[in-house]
């Protein structure tokens, strides 16, 4: 059976959506920019309804209150700055990491208009396409499906914003057991979206990571249909050459920006062996990581799956400096 996740940004649009559609107005906040220690990335949204619901974060509670009061209050009818951390007293008041500073972009939407944007940024974050959002402080706010490389994902100039958006980065992982139960829990903790691929039926019905999709497909069929693109990652965690080899296979003769397998150095030679009669080449080959994840070296299921999230992470974060960014 598929199962639909519904990532944190689709989680903060739908809420965008669902106030407006009943009839309240809503602000999205963007960090822009940030000095010193921050503890959210540019890019991260806060969302504020106008009856004080909220969804996401820009600083883990620290400046939360304050935008509530603000957007309560005096909620602005266009995008304006708001910085925080600039003084002494601003660091106190709000407990910014010491020497911090955010600058963020408050957003207002309302109305049929404000639904349109929204609802077409989730369509097509939801259809895998990278969207860049152009926000002036004058005028509206367009949305442009392209992909630009090279540079940072958010820039401001002063007068407007630029945000490039990637598709949410999801993982397949192939066979479950106790370091695929490690993997999933800790990369969902690290913003993965975590799928588990699992066509045997003794090793499905032992399956209890219950907030994971469970696939009962063959991992192939799922890469070429779902897991295929430049934002999804492969993990071969069966230890099972018959069901390892064919997601293997589909992964790496797709865009997959990780393709990884569990193994000692031994097993992966004899992996990339069986391969390599199968009909891959070596350019194909090189990008398979096996032994999956960092040298740590790794023993438990736990520090296994410790090694490959930390992996996964240094992957995601080459591929968001490398593809869709300003």
């Not at 929204?118 to 367009?142: D, N």
């Not at 066979?175 to 695929?180: D, F, M, R």
């Not at 790794?298 to 490398?322: C, F, M």
Request: charged fraction near 25%.
């Amino acid at each position: 059976m598929a199962h639909s996740v519904v990532t944190g940004r689709e989680r903060i649009l739908d809420c965008i959506s669902a106030w407006l559609e009943d009839g309240q107005r809503a602000w999205l906040c963007t960090i822009v920019e940030t000095w010193g220690s921050s503890p959210r990335p540019v890019g991260a949204w806060l969302a504020i309804s106008e009856s004080g619901h909220w969804s996401g974060s820009v600083s883990g509670g620290c400046l939360e209150e304050d935008l509530f009061r603000r957007t309560a209050n005096d909620g602005p009818e266009r995008p304006v700055l708001v910085d925080y951390g600039i003084t002494d007293d601003d660091r106190d008041q709000f407990q910014l990491p010491c020497g911090g500073r955010i600058r963020l972009l408050v957003e207002p939407f309302q109305g049929q208009s404000g639904l349109d944007h929204i609802q077409a940024l989730a369509v097509g974050l939801r259809a895998r396409q990278p969207i860049v959002r152009r926000v002036p402080l004058k005028g509206t706010a367009t949305l442009e499906h392209s992909l630009i490389r090279g540079g940072r994902s958010v820039r401001f100039d002063g007068e407007q914003l630029l945000h490039a958006l990637q598709p949410e980065c999801r993982l397949l992982l192939i066979g479950a057991g106790e370091v695929a139960r490690h993997v999933a829990e800790f990369a969902t903790a690290a913003d993965f979206v975590v799928t588990l691929c699992e066509p045997r039926e003794a090793f499905a019905a032992g399956w209890s990571v219950g907030q994971i999709p469970l696939e009962r497909r063959l991992p192939d069929d799922l890469i070429s249909t779902q897991f295929g693109d430049a934002w999804s990652g492969v993990l071969a965690l069966a230890h099972d050459p018959r069901i390892d080899d064919m997601g293997l296979l589909a992964a790496l003769n797709s865009r997959a920006f990780y393709i990884g397998a569990m193994g000692s150095r031994k097993t992966s030679e004899a992996r990339r062996e069986r391969l390599a009669s199968l009909g891959l080449d070596k350019v194909a080959l090189d990008r398979l990581r096996a032994p999956i994840g960092v040298d740590i070296p790794s023993k438990t299921p736990a520090e296994i799956a410790i090694s490959i999230v930390a992996d996964l992470i240094a992957a995601r974060h080459h591929l968001r400096g490398a593809v869709s960014s300003l």
